[in-house]
């Protein structure tokens, strides 16, 4: 079964995988509770347009991606925050925005290789040296980030009014949690692909509320489901030839259900 | 700032607020004094939402100014001086995963257990404080958010259409817990409510708001004045009663 260990190149999907799943769900606990889960998405569109502009200028696939992300993450939080423009609606503009952009740019680079459908589902084979590196170091930049600052994203994720009363830097505390949903989001677009960036991020965490825990176990709940799904997905992936990030979602929904059975049968 | 040698918790000078050509506050000043329990009544759209907003820096003055132990309400705020409940923390349906020391905890933004501790044993909820708050009745989640408000040892403690949504028994030990927290702890209290009997029987003083400060009182004054109150406030006492009651 341990063969495919034998290949450098699924060491490093697992390895990538492996990290993502566990940085993936830490973020996407806020997003969730924030009722913010729509901008995983939304930054993932704009990273494939990213990703097309790297092609045609011959740039890093995941910075370029990365760079372009962070800023609409950083933009859209501060239209948010003014309330200039709605939540959602303004995600919307972003979300189809992005997309437009890259098929334009997509269709303007004719020629050029872009694996469009390992970019959109996820391809295990493509994980390189280089992005495992990025995986693996701005992975644990998350990781540290998230348990410096735990206890204040927490606290606007209960209730943002009364973390502003209570004190807390709740706009810059808000661009953080933005500008790590950008990071996720680029970096998981290898495994998981574009299109199931999200899924990562907010599946297992609405998975694991369904045990009503509290909110670290919680988090902990979610970690666990997302490192299962994301290594049985893998497996199955190669295995049965599957896109990896459908195979992956597919999996985390599967437990939900699961999750949500039990949790109403109690 | 001292007055008959006590200290001013709440300095509220020359204070108006406009929203969109509409005077929601005109020129309001008034004086809270440490320890002192105040009852902040007035009819909707009468400005006691607003009044709450500016007194905890969610919305920036624009005349007049506000003093928090002497500080704008934002540097009160950053020093965990402003202890909040809001009305709908009762009411609604908290999306977020978390147990009831969770959210106590999530009021101080330095960890400090003891003061974490003594927040859960002075309102009564250390006994469940592994619970998940969705679990709560209406009366012990507002019981844990006020444990959550007093995490911080704000030296204020403001709360918001507090007994919306309580049964009768939660709102009896609501208010005794908050006549403790008064007593014992010499907290400044101030509460906003419609219901004017209920705040009556308990408070030190009532401010009543209606764009302007239509008049503040003693307890004492209020038993025999609280008709005339009434009438300035809401035209009639039968209009007053009705007004209460739409709200329950």
Known sequence: ?266 | MQINGKNIAIKVEALSFNYQNNVVLDNISFEIMEGEYVGLIGPNGGGKTTLLKLMTGLTSTQKGKILINGLSPEKARRKGKIGYVPQRIVQTNIQCPATVEEVVTSGRISTDLKAIETAMLDTDVEKFRHRSIEDLSGGEKQRVFIARAMASDPSILILDEPTTGVDIQATKNFYSLLKDLNQWHKMTIIIVSHDIEAVAKEVDSILCLNKQLVSTCKHEDMKHNSAEILKALYGSDKNFIHHHHHNV
């Not at chain 1, 973020?27 to 704009?46: K, N």
């Open chain 1, 1 to 266: 079964m341990f063969e495919i260990f034998h290949y450098d190149f699924m060491v490093r999907a697992f390895t990538a995988g492996f990290a993502i799943a566990i940085i993936a769900p830490l973020v996407g606990i806020f997003l969730v509770t924030r009722r913010y889960s729509f901008m995983a998405d939304t930054l993932a569109h704009v990273s494939l347009a990213g990703v097309a502009a790297a092609f045609l200028l011959g740039l890093q696939p995941v910075l370029t991606a990365l760079a372009l992300s962070i800023t609409t993450a950083l933009t859209v939080e501060k239209l948010r925050s003014s309330g200039k423009v709605l939540g959602e609606a303004g995600l919307a503009i972003f979300l189809s925005g992005g997309l437009a952009l890259a098929s334009v740019l997509i269709s303007a680079s004719h020629g050029i290789n872009l694996n469009l459908s390992s970019v959109l589902f996820g391809s295990i084979a493509t994980v390189t040296t280089t992005d495992l590196w990025l995986i693996l170091s701005l992975g644990l930049v998350v990781v540290l980030t998230i348990s410096l600052i735990y206890r204040q994203l927490f606290a606007i994720s209960l209730d943002e009014e009364l973390a502003i009363v209570s004190g807390l830097p709740v706009r810059r505390l808000n661009q953080i949690l933005v500008v790590l949903t950008a990071v996720i989001v680029s970096l998981s677009m290898r495994i998981v692909g574009i299109l199931l960036v999200g899924a990562l991020m907010v599946i297992p965490v609405m998975a694991a509320m369904q045990f009503k825990k509290s909110f670290l176990k919680t988090m902990i709940i979610s970690v666990i489901i997302s490192i299962f799904s994301v290594i049985s997905g893998l497996f199955l992936a190669y295995y049965l030839g599957w896109a990896s990030g459908g195979t992956i979602t597919l999996i985390s929904i599967l437990i939900f259900f699961f999750a949500s059975i039990l949790s109403l049968r109690r």
